[in-house]
């Protein structure tokens, strides 16, 4: 039995009352409740505060660039297909410096799931405004307020025929493990974006301002629809829903490379006849 | 020049299949027993353009191109107009009968009544072009086969019938062209490939099973190469989005334990030195594939030149070691690419393969490449003896840390671009800061105890020492030959290794040489200013081309005659 104890309790660097703490906690017991060991979970991240979230938990961790977790997970992935590949970052680290891995891990569908702690705002940097500031939203750096619209990850998930696309709320851990339970369960690639406060930069998205507006998605709301997805997936000011907002059953990107099949990378050996024969091809 | 070797030059428009017969005439002359050094110049668009192919080739060693013409194929009007000029004495012009020609010896392929179709064109061109340098019809015979095979028996021998025809067309006419001496009969076999194939096979030799790039010519077609070979051996590609995601992919899968390769040319390469720091700190072998091209920027995408040295050895922020190999030539590109990944994955560091533009479309006939002759590829550790209490940055003497994968027992294996403590978590404590670096850059001194020293060739104690890198060395080795039996005693010192150097191994060579004179495809003479560096040597006399053609024995002697001016 593997229980939330395996993944250990680390002190954090993080502010108190940040929503960080309870994603972590989240995370731990999603993956306890899934069963899996610490040793069988790979958790890939960028930089930022939400970055550091694996440092405070036992598992195997590749900490990359700023930016960069969805390819390096992505590589992980293909090389051991037995490995259950989490990347987890900010929405600056996830949306912004890696916005094209985004798009390329939305379409190319790999079996690994994305947390992204989205608190709308770069933490780590002291406050300036990230792709999912909202517009208008003032910063040290944005003193005149954000000119940009806030990118919708959620809604370019949907659009995109991601086969998981979710909406968690760091306030909510119960509902949020099990939105990253069935993430990991989903066999492509999978999108948890997690409403976080950042106490110390984001005083437009507080605590209070989530629990107002945020809302569970009900057995009304079918995900599979892509329409009812896209129009939920629109749905952030007065009331924002949290659960499985779009969902479908692409085949993960794993099933078109045949040379998977032969096992983990690691554990292969050279095969000798194939370069034998690969060499004569050229007489 | 009058030699023992031809030029033969194909010229044409991009889509008017000058690559087909090239190659096709390539293989049947390495089938023969001949050698082969095969020079492509291209535009950068897909149709239209001026290209070549040219074939040098002859009984004995070829190494580098040269601009003299034996026998110019035109299959444009623009084709006779730039190269008729190059022709030497003995030149021939083969052309169809719709070409103003000059005044010079020349077949006149009467295409329309040797092939039905303009589709055929190629292969009649093929016949001619094998029945005047006396090539065995019966191996284009089975080259066209071999070619055609997949499309069924009609389409074989509608060509084979276009080939015996232009074959004998060719041996009706008068042609001043001598057949070509006769192939050492104990040659061997033989196998045909580009530097770039020979990188690919290198890497699959190597143990490389994870390749991930984005297309840049001229390292493209390392990725090409190992996707279409690689389906074999199980390997896993994948196209990334941008070269940063290219890098990446490539480090995550090789922390899971994956040989990974990344292939790409100098912009973007540009793109990957975050990965390459990355790689840097969490202490994974990735094996870099950069084909240089002119730059800056987007410079002459199709042609060649040397000039990433410096933007290799110096990409990704921060200090850590690295190793940097220069093939001089295909054999080099396979053997070189296989130590790449042997060291790399010995020293848990980012490991280069420098070629160029002219070495990765250079076709070669070399001899099979010896797979018993390679060391074992290093194993991994999968189930490490100590279990939970794993460490993946130990401190050790040599700076390489045992290196477990994960996913295959307990043992955790924590890597962290911040700067970590043995287990792998982040820490700002300073004196861990200072271990790790050091321990880290004593893998530095393994890779100098190992680089590979440059090759000499030639007598002690030169009049002239030509000292170069890379593809560069054909053309080096050519002008010994022809200095041969003049007053100058001269040799050739080629780097296929060019960084870490070692000073002690090289340092007496350039010592002792009256004059040196370095001779690299650039602008600036980046080895020569390493060099310096590294070792205090000066070297003030420079061949430097950056015109995006690759050297020649007669640039280098056209240099080294202003040089005395
Ligand atoms: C290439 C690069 N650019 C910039 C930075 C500086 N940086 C570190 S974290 C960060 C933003 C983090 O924001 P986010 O991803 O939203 O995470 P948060 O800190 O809010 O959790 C930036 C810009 C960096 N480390 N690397
Ligand atoms: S700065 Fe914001 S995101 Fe970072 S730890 Fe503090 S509250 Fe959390």
């Not at chain 1, 709308?120 to 208008?136: F, I, N, R, W």
């Not at chain 2, 076999?189 to 790039?213: T, V």
């Not at chain 2, 199980?234 to 995550?252: P, S």
């Amino acid at each position: 039995m593997v229980g939330m104890e395996d993944y250990g309790q680390f002190e954090t660097a993080w502010c108190p009352g940040c929503g960080n703490h309870a994603i972590l906690k989240a995370v731990k017991k999603a993956l306890a409740g899934l069963g899996l060991a610490p040793h069988e979970v790979l958790l890939v991240t960028g930089i930022g505060q939400a970055a550091k979230a694996p440092l405070y938990m036992n598992c195997n961790m590749f900490t990359g660039l700023h930016g960069r977790s969805l390819p390096a997970a992505t590589g992980a992935r293909l090389a051991n297909p037995g490995l259950t590949v989490i990347a987890e970052s900010g929405d600056g680290c996830s949306y912004g410096e890696g916005g094209n891995h985004f798009l390329a891990a939305l379409r190319r569908n790999v079996n690994i799931t994305l947390l992204a702690h989205d608190n709308q705002v770069y933490g780590l940097t002291k406050g300036q405004a990230s792709p999912t500031t909202m517009q208008g939203m003032k910063t040290k750096a944005q003193p005149f307020g954000q000119p940009s619209l806030a990118f919708n990850p959620v809604a370019v998930a949907a659009a995109m025929r991601a086969g998981f696309v979710a909406r968690g709320f760091s306030g909510e851990i119960e509902h949020l493990a099990g939105l990253i339970q069935e993430a990991v369960r989903h066999p492509g690639f999978a999108l948890v974006d997690i409403l976080q406060p950042c106490v110390s930069f984001n005083k437009l998205n507080t605590f209070s301002w989530y629990k107002e507006r945020v809302y569970r998605l009900g057995p009304e709301h079918d995900p599979t629809d892509f329409a009812q997805a896209m129009s939920k997936a629109q749905e952030f000011g007065e009331r924002i829903p949290i659960g499985v907002i779009a969902r479908n059953d692409r085949p993960p990107f794993e099933a078109g490379v045949p040379g998977l099949a032969r096992g983990p990378l690691a554990a292969r050996s050279l095969d000798r006849d194939a370069l034998r024969r690969i060499v004569e091809s050229y007489a | 020049m009058n030699g023992p070797d031809i030029n033969i030059v194909i010229g044409g428009e991009a889509g008017q299949g000058l690559v087909t017969v090239g190659d096709t005439l390539s293989r049947a002359l390495t089938r023969a027993g001949y050698e082969i050094v095969v020079t492509q110049d291209y535009m950068s668009r897909i149709r239209g353009g001026h290209n070549t192919f040219a074939i040098r080739t002859g009984p004995d060693p070829v190494s580098a191109p040269t601009v003299d013409i034996d026998i110019l194929v035109a299959l444009d009007q623009e084709s006779v107009d730039l190269h008729a000029g190059q022709l030497t004495a003995r030149g021939l012009i083969v052309a169809g009968d719709d070409l103003r020609l000059p005044d010079a010896p020349c077949l006149r392929v009467p295409y329309r009544r040797l092939a039905p179709k303009p589709l055929y064109d190629n292969v009649a061109a093929l016949g001619v072009l094998g029945s005047a340098v006396c090539n065995d019809l019966s191996i284009l015979e089975r080259l066209v086969s071999e070619a055609f095979e997949k499309k069924g028996p009609e389409v074989v021998e509608a060509n084979l019938s276009v080939l015996r025809a232009a074959y004998a067309w060719v041996r009706e006419q008068e042609h001043p062209f001598a057949c070509m001496p006769p192939a050492p009969a104990d040659a061997g076999p033989r196998i045909m490939l580009n530097g770039n194939e020979a990188i690919a096979l290198g890497a699959l030799a190597g143990g490389c099973d994870f390749l991930s790039f984005y297309p840049m010519t001229p390292g493209t077609s390392v990725a090409l190469a190992l996707i279409d070979k690689g389906r074999e051996t199980g390997l896993v590609a994948e196209q990334a989005e941008d070269e940063i995601a290219a890098v990446n992919m490539a480090l995550g899968a090789a922390y899971a334990g994956a040989r990974a390769i990344v292939s790409t040319s100098g912009g973007g390469f540009a793109l990957m030195c975050e990965g390459v720091s990355l790689a840097g700190m969490l202490e994974l072998p990735v094996v870099i594939v950069v084909a240089q091209r002119p730059g800056p920027a987007t410079g002459l995408p199709t042609r060649s030149e040397q000039a990433d040295l410096n933007l290799v050895l110096y990409a990704g922020h921060g200090e850590f070691p690295r190793a940097v190999f220069a093939p001089g030539g295909v054999e080099d590109c396979f053997y070189l690419t296989h130590r790449a990944f042997e060291l790399a994955e010995r020293y848990q560091s980012p490991a280069f393969v420098l070629t160029d533009q002219f070495l990765a479309d250079s076709y070669r006939s070399v001899a099979p490449f010896d797979l018993d002759a390679l060391p074992e590829p290093p194993e991994h550790l999968l189930r490490p003896e100590e279990g939970r209490a794993y460490k993946r940055y130990r401190i050790t003497e040599d700076g390489v840390s045992p290196r477990a994968i994960p996913g295959f027992s307990e043992a955790l294996v924590v890597s962290d671009s911040d700067e970590h403590t043995e287990d792998g978590k982040l820490t700002e404590d300073l004196s861990v800061r200072t271990a790790m670096q050091d321990k880290r850059l004593r893998k530095g001194y393994g890779l100098i105890e190992e680089a590979v020293p440059p090759d000499y060739y030639g007598p002690d104690r030169p009049d002239l020492l030509l000292v170069c890198w890379g593809s560069t060395l054909g053309a080096a080795l050519e002008t010994l030959r022809r200095l041969e039996g003049r007053r100058t005693r001269a040799a050739v010192l080629h780097f296929r290794q060019v960084w870490p150097l070692n000073g002690r191994q090289f340092l007496p060579f350039l010592e002792e040489a009256a004059r040196v004179v370095m001779v690299e495809g650039n602008s600036t003479g980046q080895l020569a200013a390493l060099i310096r560096q590294e070792t205090g040597f000066l070297i003030d006399n420079l061949i430097l081309r950056y015109d995006g053609l690759p050297f020649t024995a007669a640039f280098i002697l056209a240099g080294l005659g202003s040089l005395d001016a």
